[in-house]
């Protein structure tokens, strides 16, 4: 293995960093980041590098179970939801609200047995707001309270 290669990817990028990584996907990549934030303080970013390629990868996860993965790119941005099936017949009944993308990947994607894993690349805010919707269902967001 290249050390080279492995040493330049040991250690957790800053925001900025990010920012610049991800290019013009930066601001989806900021407002579905500050919603995180804002809605599931519960849920604790925890920040890894896996496989040989570096892939960054942060989950969002609370008591061992993730709410959602993201991918930071070179210019992309992938989510990961995995929606069980009491989840998945929850989607169903709004899914005329999901922006089209996101529609036709939910449509498009199986059921296995461990859940349906929708593999999302988002190029608008209207993605970002499905994926936000998505996430309301599978777990109830905090209010944002002040003091």
């Known amino acids: 293995m290249d050390q080279k290669h492995t040493s330049n990817h040991n250690c957790e990028p800053t925001e900025k960093?990010?920012?610049?990584?991800?290019?013009?996907?930066?601001?989806l990549w900021s407002d579905l980041r500050e919603y995180l934030i804002?809605?599931?303080?519960?849920?604790?970013?925890?920040?890894?590098?896996?496989?040989?390629?570096?892939?960054?990868?942060?989950?969002?996860?609370?008591?061992?179970?993730?709410?959602?993965t993201l991918y930071?790119?070179?210019?992309?941005?992938?989510?990961?939801?995995?929606?069980?099936?009491?989840?998945v017949a929850k989607v169903e009944q709004f899914e005329n609200k999901l922006s089209k993308k996101i529609r036709e990947l939910f449509n498009n994607t199986n059921q296995l047995h461990d859940g349906r894993w929708l593999w999302i690349?988002?190029?608008?805010?209207?993605?970002?707001?499905?994926?936000?919707?998505?996430?309301?269902?599978?777990?109830?967001?905090?209010?944002?309270?002040?003091?």
Do not use: W
């Open 17 to 27: 960093q990010l920012l610049k990584l991800l290019d013009k996907k930066a601001a």
């Open 38 to 68: 804002d809605h599931y303080p519960q849920c604790i970013p925890i920040f890894t590098i896996e496989g040989k390629d570096a892939v960054y990868t942060i989950r969002y996860r609370k008591g061992g179970k993730t709410l959602v």
């Open 72 to 87: 930071p790119a070179d210019k992309a941005l992938t989510v990961l939801v995995v929606l069980g099936k009491k989840e």
């Open 121 to 147: 690349r988002p190029s608008t805010q209207k993605d970002i707001a499905s994926i936000k919707m998505l996430l309301n269902i599978k777990r109830r967001p905090k209010c944002c309270e002040v003091g």
